[in-house]
């Protein structure tokens, strides 16, 4: 009886490297499981690595349906449009989103019902207790846009010098265009030789009603005192200082009340508020000493 000898199985070690043939037949095959009820899909993949060992693989995926889009009729029809002007040498599905080249101006909107505000802002006391800023640039007067140090049409508007004092002369001598005429009175803190008192060009202030204001901006000029304080009271006089060399506000200032109870009512609302872009410190001016 003849005996069939099996054939024998193929060792890795008797295969040469470079012989150039593809050994993945000796792998098992690429197996897919799934997907399952979640979605969960395995791919299990068999190759060598660098050693020359057989590496199992596993790839877990998970698959999710995507909704399909709802497009109308019309948005369908249009895209079977010929392309017209620069788009028609264009490829199918280029520059889908076009950048617009133009110049786009962003304009504040206006608040709701701008028009009754505007009567309600009319009363500056009502503001004052609702804690509201008073915000108007010197420069334009706008209200409650910017702050007057930013205001964007500071370099149009011609600069006033109405409110800065003049540098008296090298003499001390008061500037005038003729000297007295003849027979005319003089007050004797006007005579030559006199010695002048502080606050004789019209800076006197009443010390019983006056009231001191402290850490002022630099662009603060007397007007601005006067419509702040104008609300609490009449107003006999304002005084800023100012810098005779700069032309700027010294930081400080002083108010004259007719009534001493407005210029209490302007200490307790005013001390301590916002103006600009500093908190303004209001109290009882101190009584001069003589």
């Known amino acids: 009886m003849a005996i069939q000898n099996e054939p024998a199985k193929l060792r890795w070690g008797e295969l040469e490297e470079d012989d150039g043939e593809?050994?993945?037949?000796?792998?098992?095959?690429?197996?897919?499981?799934?997907?399952?009820e979640n979605g969960i899909k395995r791919v299990i993949e068999y190759q060598f690595d660098d050693d020359g060992n057989k590496v199992k693989i596993t790839t877990t995926t998970r698959t999710r349906k995507l909704a399909n889009a709802r497009l109308s009729k019309r948005a369908?029809?249009?895209?079977?449009?010929?392309?017209?002007?620069?788009?028609?040498?264009?490829?199918?599905?280029?520059?889908?989103?076009?950048?617009?080249?133009?110049?786009?101006?962003?304009?504040?909107?206006?608040?709701l019902g701008s028009s009754k505000e505007d009567a309600k802002n009319s009363d500056p006391l009502a503001q004052f207790n609702k804690g509201a800023v008073l915000m108007v640039c010197r420069t334009c007067g706008k209200?409650?846009?910017?702050?007057?140090?930013?205001?964007?049409?500071?370099?149009?508007?011609?600069q006033s010098e109405g409110f800065v004092d003049k540098p008296p002369t090298?003499?001390?001598?008061?500037?005038?265009?003729?000297?007295?005429?003849?027979?005319?009175?003089?007050?004797?803190?006007?005579?030559?030789?006199?010695?002048?008192?502080?606050?004789?060009?019209?800076?006197r202030r009443?010390?019983?009603?006056?009231?001191?204001?402290?850490?002022?901006?630099?662009?603060?000029?007397?007007?601005?005192?006067?419509?702040?304080?104008?609300p609490f009271g009449a107003v006999s006089r304002v005084y800023v200082a100012i810098d005779q060399k700069t032309g700027m506000s010294r930081g400080f200032g002083f108010v004259n009340f007719v009534s001493r109870e407005d210029a209490q009512r302007a200490i307790n609302k005013l001390n301590g508020y916002g103006y600009d872009n500093l908190i303004l410190r209001?109290?009882?001016?101190?009584?001069?000493?003589?």
């Open 76 to 111: 369908v029809e249009r895209r079977s449009w010929p392309k017209f002007g620069d788009a028609v040498h264009e490829d199918v599905g280029a520059r889908l989103t076009m950048v617009s080249t133009e110049e786009i101006v962003l304009e504040r909107p206006k608040p």
């Open 143 to 158: 209200k409650g846009d910017h702050w007057t140090s930013r205001c964007p049409y500071k370099d149009l508007a011609p």
């Open 282 to 290: 209001v109290e009882w001016a101190t009584p001069r000493t003589t």
């Open 22 to 36: 593809d050994l993945d037949f000796l792998l098992p095959p690429r197996q897919v499981i799934g997907p399952d």
């Open 206 to 230: 009443n010390d019983e009603n006056s009231v001191r204001v402290t850490n002022l901006s630099e662009d603060t000029r007397e007007p601005d005192l006067l419509e702040l304080f104008r």
């Open 170 to 203: 090298a003499d001390g001598s008061v500037t005038a265009t003729s000297g007295p005429a003849k027979g005319t009175y003089v007050p004797p803190s006007l005579r030559a030789g006199a010695e002048r008192t502080t606050g004789s060009d019209m800076r």
